[in-house]
T-cell receptor
Framework: SAVISQKPSRDICQRGTSLTIQCQVDSQVTMMFWYRQQPGQSLTLIATANQGSEATYESGFVIDKFPISRPNLTFSTLTVSNMSPEDSSIYLC???????????FGSGTRLTVV | QKEVEQNSGPLSVPEGAIASLNCTYSDRVSQSFFWYRQYSGKSPELIMSIYSNGDKEDGRFTAQLNKASQYVSLLIRDSQPSDSATYLCAVYPGVKAAGNKLTFGGGTRVLVKP
């Protein structure tokens, strides 16, 4: 399975600022996914990052708040913009295996907004 | 109605006993099913995948799938304190399905008591 490097691992940010999270994969993958995990909750898909096209956002998530870049098949970034305390969560990037099997996750970014 | 449902627990199990976790899903055409283990503060780790009806065993873990009943389960034999974690059930509809993304249940917290 792919190895994913995600950074930063954690950050404490002031409200109103933005944070960009990076995700680097050790092999080329077609789709990368960004998830959010709020405290005590399960994983919620934010968007699917497609190389060469705009990201596909899930209901309740918008590009202005969570812009995503996917410049090549091994790298993606997620920006959390104009942060508020409600954005305090763990953000995870993920890639799928062949045929969608066995998604692998990065180590996550623990974001605290104060 | 949630797409993937799990009992949130906690499921308290004595050391050495069998832990039995259940998961139901709503999309009848789902093709692939996964169990992830997530330790507190860590990202999810894939521990089992199952694609056809019946049982699949891997070490102390057994996954069971019944597509007619839309039910998948995970058995952990000889439970150890190190098995204490949250277990996430995830369902994948298939590469040709609309919105082909991995959907997670809310997770079941397991506590193995020495």
């Amino acid at each position: 399975s792919a190895v994913i490097s995600q950074k930063p691992s954690r950050d404490i940010c002031q409200r109103g600022t933005s944070l960009t999270i990076q995700c680097q994969v050790d092999s080329q993958v077609t789709m990368m996914f960004w998830y959010r995990q709020q405290p005590g909750q399960s994983l919620t898909l934010i968007a699917t990052a497609n190389q060469g096209s705009e990201a596909t956002y899930e209901s309740g998530f918008v590009i202005d708040k969570f812009p995503i870049s996917r410049p090549n098949l091994t790298f993606s970034t997620l920006t959390v913009s104009n942060m508020s305390p409600e954005d305090s969560s763990i953000y995870l990037c993920s890639v799928s295996g062949v045929g969608g099997y066995g998604y692998t996750f990065g180590s996550g970014t623990r974001l605290t907004v104060v | 109605q949630k797409e993937v449902e799990q009992n949130s627990g906690p499921l308290s199990v004595p050391e050495g006993a069998i832990a039995s976790l259940n998961c139901t899903y709503s999309d009848r055409v789902s093709q692939s099913f996964f169990w992830y283990r997530q330790y507190s503060g860590k990202s999810p780790e894939l521990i089992m995948s199952i694609y056809s009806n019946g049982d699949k065993e891997d070490g102390r873990f057994t996954a069971q799938l019944n597509k007619a009943s839309q039910y998948v389960s995970l058995l952990i034999r000889d439970s150890q304190p190190s098995d204490s974690a949250t277990y996430l059930c995830a369902v994948y509809p298939g590469v040709k399905a609309a919105g082909n993304k991995l959907t997670f249940g809310g997770g079941t917290r397991v506590l193995v008591k020495p």
